[in-house]
């Protein structure tokens, strides 16, 4: 809102400059966004609270700033004197509920000469950002901002034959042509004030058209109501609409101000257009009481960590609008009408606290025990992160709305959960799975002429599970491209593929102390079984199925982990293990073997052969290519056996290690190299 | 005489010496030429091949070699030989690539929750999470945010769709972290000291500052006595461990629905020192944290007694924190996640 340092003086004695105001007002909780010099005065924009709709007018902002500069204010008298000539006409004011308008008042004023508007008026309207339109409506839109009371000047004569205002809901297909020359459809969400036939005005958002005060008005009513708060903003809502009015109305008017301010735009408006007020009318409930709160010093002293007296408390509410009694240890505090947000003691301890000044309150720290409750969600993500930077993965954070076009090629995703209103395409769906996400990022650095990715994410995806919501964090990998390798006797070049990825998995394994996984393969992908649940699904993505991530001619391998079961499966504690005591024999095996045998099936053939001698074994070496026949690969295993009670003999290992062998050349129609 | 032309023995041993890199290849060497059936053993058991007149210049020719080739063995040796104390002068240049070991990057949003965390939790907090699909209740009711009300505008909120079926609630991605006070609340009993970061979601347009997602922590401690003047205390601690010791923390009435008296804090500009500059709009001072005593509706609503427990709440944007921390000056920079990004922190 925006407001000027002179208009403010007319209600307020201001002792200091613009810029010290500006940082008064900032420190009791009406934030100054900018100070402008123009036209000899200064333009405030601040910041008005939702709770604070009485800071939504000069008068208020000038109470405040007595309150808080310690000086006299100039506020407007409750009751104004009216001269008015009673007419003969009558006007007939129907609420249809009194919920939705608790009051309405009309005044008529009749022989006004509408045109341009005094130049002191337009000026001031000009430097808030108000567009001036005639010397009627400039006055109701000047009082507004005076007052914040929200006003209306309708045409009289454009009013039906019948003078009636009937407060009611809009019928469903009835519509209006407002002021600003669009035709609004309604509904009976929709409060309106309307003449015997048609809505004239949408209730506290804006005028018909047809009732709009022009050059040739003689004649006009003056509204001034309350309408209910919610009723206005789910009107203005549906409607896409947000006026001045409906900003005030939505956030709550004053009962009393009704009355001061319809009076002081009529007195301000016979003044300037001429015209005499002939009749005035008011239909609805009388006001509310004023509240009264017992205030307990000794606790809000307790709440904010500094002694306040009463006498102290007193003199801080008194100028900012409350009545105040002492009574006994505390104060007896009558709330005025316009601080409908304060409701109970808290409310004043604010108020106390805020006038007093935040800066002024001591800094202190609790005295406090350590927790005893086992609330805390435990490092464990901290530390998975933690390893996988060491094994060499980018941490990534991708959104969890998504695109659901991204999902194309993606097969067994469950249902997933829509997003009722998104802004757009990109947000239309919570993801169901992390990989198209992570492959979003693969592309972007592919574009970006990155070689070497290797990117992680740990974060939830969701899904519908029988009529409910699910959401559960895992962990995603991705790597594409080419890891290159410094080593001592050179540089090596490699594809990262799914073999890095398992490494990755299984390090992780080994450090969370899990064990009897199962890699279990079936074509270009492979899935993860822990304790005979599939815990994780490991691909091979290629030509296709990367085309929507702008990846070509790439092999990504990607993987996905369910994090609970990692971490439900985690054995952190360790054990000490002795080192073996007996040394043990060491034999290599290298075989010929057809490419599509699993190493993991050769190992277990070699277990089981080896008995409980052989403590170790696995995969040495392996190649492929020169001096390998086509459709085979050669497999080095190493075998160590080992007795925990002895030193074994050559001689025990020998036929051990050749019924191995056997095993293998039997089983595999492996060649022994 | 092929098998005894002693000159491409000599030929052969230098070619062989040239390749001797290691203690091991030098073996191999020696067992070549010098062992028991080496290349010069042969050559001495087939003297008797020899023309006699040749053979006293051939026996000659052969121990020369054998000389050469002890003397190259014993020079070579104490070259390779550990204890020699002196490595040979041009086996390594460091001037190459360390051979790396590739260690990868926390991302930068996780850096900071990290720390904040840290912060707190050597402060006697604990970090718990929450869900991000939440319920009206558990987002506004709760906290004391009507349904429609105004205040409920800086909480725009993306709603889910109904599931298939008889799903009675509404359901909500959660638009602050606050609904975590409500549940944590709900299930334990002070005194509580906790902070919760976590993924939180707003239907803001996207612009340099603005995200559809974005990050926050929210914190709060709930006992007996719990005072205003502690909320500033610990938050101090905070701003100065966060930003440095020089910075100074201002404290300024605000309206939050969930708390009574609420404050918004202030530092002083990071990037200018408070002189003003457009980090800061001219101002000196960088809006970086909300906070506030719980208000006792809250309480109300999750059965603690407003009369007999008290304490503060404070809620911060993570990525508006790293900004300012790393000078980024655009968040969507944050879920790009380039490599050249990424590996700057």
């Known amino acids: 809102m925006k407001t000027t340092y002179q208009w403010l003086k007319d ?10 105001l500006a940082d008064k007002l900032t420190m009791a909780g009406i934030e100054v966004k900018s100070i402008q010099a123009a036209g ?8 008005i609270t939702s709770n604070r709709p009485d800071w939504l007018s000069v008068a208020g902002l000038a109470r405040e700033i007595a309150a808080i500069t310690k000086t006299r204010g100039r506020q407007p008298a409750a009751q104004v004197k009216l001269k008015y000539k009673k007419g003969k006409e009558n006007l007939g004011i129907l609420i249809k509920d009194k919920k939705d308008c608790p009051l309405y008042t009309a005044k008529i004023i009749r022989g006004v000469k509408v045109g341009p508007t005094p130049d002191w008026l337009a000026k001031r309207l000009e430097l808030i950002g108000c567009r001036s339109i005639n010397n009627v409506v400039d006055i109701t839109n000047y009082i507004l901002f005076t007052y914040g009371q929200p006003l209306h000047a309708f045409d009289l004569d454009k009013i039906g034959h019948k003078a009636e205002i009937v407060v009611r809901r809009a019928k ?45 008005t003689k004649n006009i009513l003056l509204e001034a109501a309350i309408f209910d708060p919610v009723v206005i903003r789910r009107g203005r809502q549906k ?90 240890p505390g104060l007896k505090v009558s709330v005025p009408l316009f601080r409908q947000d304060v409701k109970q003691e808290a409310d004043l301890s604010e108020e106390i606290s805020r006038i007093y000044g935040y800066e002024n309150i001591p800094l ?31 941490e990534a954070i991708t959104y969890s709305l998504i695109d659901r076009r991204i999902l194309q090629g993606f097969s067994g995703l469950p249902t997933v959960i829509e997003v009722e209103n998104p802004l757009s395409q990109e947000q239309e769906i919570l993801r169901p799975s992390i990989l198209p996400s992570l492959l979003k990022c693969v592309g972007h650095n592919l574009n970006q002429k990155q070689e070497d990715i290797r990117l992680f994410e740990i974060g939830k995806i969701y899904r519908q599970d029988q009529g409910d919501f699910k959401e559960e964090p895992v962990l995603g990998l991705a790597l594409c491209g080419t890891a290159s390798i410094y080593l001592e006797g050179g540089t090596v070049k490699d594809n990262l593929g799914i073999l890095y990825l398992k490494g990755i998995i299984e390090n992780i394994f080994l450090r969370l102390g899990i064990s009897g996984w199962e890699f279990k393969q079936s074509g270009n992908q492979a899935e993860v079984y822990l304790a005979g649940k599939k815990i994780a699904e490991l691909f091979d993505l290629s030509g296709k ?39 043990g024999i060491a034999r290599d095996i290298s075989l010929l073997v057809k490419e599509r045998v699993s190493a993991a099936d050769l190992l277990k053939a070699v277990k089981q052969a080896g008995t409980a001698l052989l403590a170790e074994s696995a995969v040495r070496d392996y190649y492929k290519g020169k001096q390998v026949p086509e459709g085979f690969r050669s497999i080095t295993i190493t075998c160590l056996y080992r007795s925990p009670e002895r030193t074994l003999t050559e001689a025990e290992v020998n036929p051990l290690h050749a019924s191995v062998c056997q095993a293998l050349t039997a089983g595999f129609q492996a060649q022994i190299r | 005489m092929p098998g005894f032309d002693l000159d491409a023995v000599k030929n052969q041993i230098e070619q062989d010496a040239a390749t001797v890199d290691s203690l091991l290849k030098l073996e191999e060497l020696r067992v070549k030429y010098l062992g028991r059936k080496g290349v010069l053993a042969e050559l001495t058991a087939g003297i008797g091949a020899v023309p006699p007149q040749e053979r006293a210049g051939f026996g000659q020719k052969v121990n020369v070699l054998k000389n050469t080739l002890n003397a190259l063995v014993a020079e070579k040796q104490k070259l390779f030989s550990p204890r020699s104390g002196q490595s040979p002068a041009s086996s390594f240049d460091i001037g190459m690539p360390g051979i790396n070991q590739n260690l990868g990057h926390l991302h930068p949003i996780t850096q900071v929750v990290d720390e904040i965390c840290g912060i707190f939790t050597s402060m006697g907090f604990v970090a718990v999470s929450g869900p991000e699909i939440e319920t009206e ?13 105004p205040s409920r505008e800086a909480f725009d909120t993306f709603y889910l769709k109904p599931a298939g079926g008889n799903q009675r609630q509404r359901y909500l991605l959660r638009s602050h972290t606050s609904p975590v006070q409500v549940r ?85 500009c990071i990037i200018c020192k408070g002189k003003g500059c457009s980090v800061c709009g001219k101002k000196g001072w960088l809006e970086i944290l909300g906070s506030g005593m719980i208000h006792p509706n809250v309480f109300k609503n999750v059965g603690y007694e407003p009369k007999k427990y008290s304490g503060f709440a404070f809620g911060m944007g993570i990525e508006r924190i790293a900004m300012l921390k790393y000078g980024i000056n655009d968040i969507r920079l944050f879920f790009e996640n380039d490599l050249r990004f990424l590996r700057q922190f």
């Open chain 2, 184 to 268: 944590v609340m709900k299930t334990a009993k002070p005194p509580l000291a906790v902070v919760v970061p976590g993924r939180v979601y707003r239907p803001d347009a996207v612009d340099a500052s603005h995200l559809f997602m974005f990050h926050q922590i929210e914190g709060f401690m709930v006992d007996k006595g719990i005072r205003f003047s502690d909320l500033k205390g610990v938050l101090d601690v905070f701003v100065k461990r966060v930003f440095g010791k020089d910075v100074k923390t201002r404290f300024r009435p605000h309206f939050f629905p969930f708390t009574e008296p609420s404050a918004e804090v202030d530092v002083s």
């Open chain 1, 364 to 394: 202190t720290l609790p005295a406090f025990y350590p927790q005893n409750q086992d609330l805390a969600a435990g490092n464990f993500i901290s530390s998975l992160k933690n390893m996988l930077t060491g094994l060499g993965l980018n």
């Open chain 1, 545 to 583: 199925q990367l085309e929507l991530f702008e990846i070509k001619n790439k092999h990504v391998a990607c993987a996905w982990l369910c994090l609970e079961s990692l971490e439900n499966s985690a054995k952190l504690e360790k054990k000490y293990v002795k080192p073996a005591l007996y040394p």
């Open chain 1, 11 to 20: 209600f307020v004695e201001i002792k200091v400059g613009p810029e010290k």
């Open chain 1, 40 to 47: 000899g005065d200064f333009v405030f924009e601040v910041e």
């Open chain 2, 137 to 149: 209740y558990n987002n506004f009711t709760g906290l004391n945010i009507p349904l429609e009300h």
């Open chain 1, 239 to 328: 409607l896409g609409m947000q006026t001045d009015s409906s900003y005030r109305f939505e956030r709550g008017v004053d009962h009393q101000t009704v009355n001061i301010a319809s009076v002081a735009a009529a007195n301000l408006i016979c003044q300037v257009c001429g015209g005499e007020l002939t009749l005035v009318k008011a239909a609805g409930n009388r006001g509310p009481q004023e509240k009264e709160i017992i205030l307990n010093l000794e606790k809000v002293s307790r709440l904010l960590g500094v002694d306040i007296s009463s006498a102290q408390a007193k003199k801080i509410l008194d100028p900012l609008g409350f009545k105040t009694r002492l009574s006994g």
């Open chain 1, 172 to 216: 469903k297909q009835e519509e209006i042509l407002t002021i600003d020359g669009v035709k609004k459809p309604l509904d009976e969400n929709i409060l309106v004030i309307a003449d015997q036939a048609k809505p004239i005005a949408i209730a506290g958002v804006m005028g018909g058209k047809d009732t709009e005060v022009d050059g040739s």
